[in-house]
């Protein structure tokens, strides 16, 4: 038995068969869809839908397929070599002074200006690895624009830092935006804050707080 197909959504990026055949007694059919990555961009999400023509669906049985791809066809995020990393919100709010480090850093494929920092409390480099639970750890660091720079996807993301000193892993939030300039980002006395188990502080109370790339080290 031959079944019509109507396909929807991105149909111009997809060669889909407008038709699916069951051989006799079968219940299932398989239905090949060729991508033409020709007419795709990279890094982009594209939708697919496919229906049944009417006669052969029932009231009680779902008549449409919808998917979801991603094409990708290369690196998301490229490294850029190690940035240094200046650290003044877990040493200081326990009285430790601010140290620095290195941190690989990378930028997004097709994003200038958005970078992810690899891991800075667990590399191998930081003086807080013994106390960081994550071995995996990525920081987006949003500095598409220069004025107004962030962690994670919106400005109230923040992220963790994975390090636990006996009260909870700290976590990192902004009180105001960062800037990015002459290669480095940097945020205002206070303008970030920490958090534990025990509550939340004010940080980058020395005003060092930095992640420079000026100089990277490949």
């Not at 031959?2 to 959504?9: H, K, L």
């Not at 052969?56 to 049985?61: A, C, E, G, R």
Request: charged share 20%.
């Amino acid at each position: 038995m031959t079944v019509d197909i109507t396909a929807t959504g991105d149909t111009d990026k997809f060669s889909v068969p407008a038709s699916v055949t069951f051989a006799g007694g079968a219940e299932t059919a398989v239905i090949n869809i060729t991508p033409l990555v020709d007419q795709m961009v990279d890094f982009t999400t594209y939708k697919l839908a496919l229906t049944i023509a009417p006669e052969y669906s029932s009231d009680y049985l779902v008549n449409t397929w919808e998917g979801t791809f991603v094409y990708a066809n290369s690196k998301e995020w490229v490294s850029l070599g190690m940035c240094v990393y200046t650290d003044d919100m877990v040493g200081p709010l326990f009285s430790n002074p601010c140290l620095s480090w290195e941190v690989e850093i990378e930028e997004h494929a097709n994003t200038p200006g958005l970078y992810r920092l690899v891991n800075p409390y667990g590399c191998e480099d930081s003086p807080f690895i013994r106390y960081c639970e994550l071995e995996e750890n990525y920081v987006i660091v949003d500095a598409t624009n220069p004025e107004k720079v962030f962690f994670g996807e919106t400005p109230n993301d923040g992220f963790t830092t994975g390090v636990d000193m006996g009260y909870g892993i700290m976590t990192i939030k902004l009180q105001t935006y960062g800037t990015y300039s002459n290669g480095k980002i940097t945020w205002p006395v206070k303008g970030l804050a920490i958090f534990d188990d025990d509550g939340g502080y004010n940080a980058n109370n020395s005003g060092e707080f930095c992640i420079d790339l000026s100089d990277l080290v490949d």
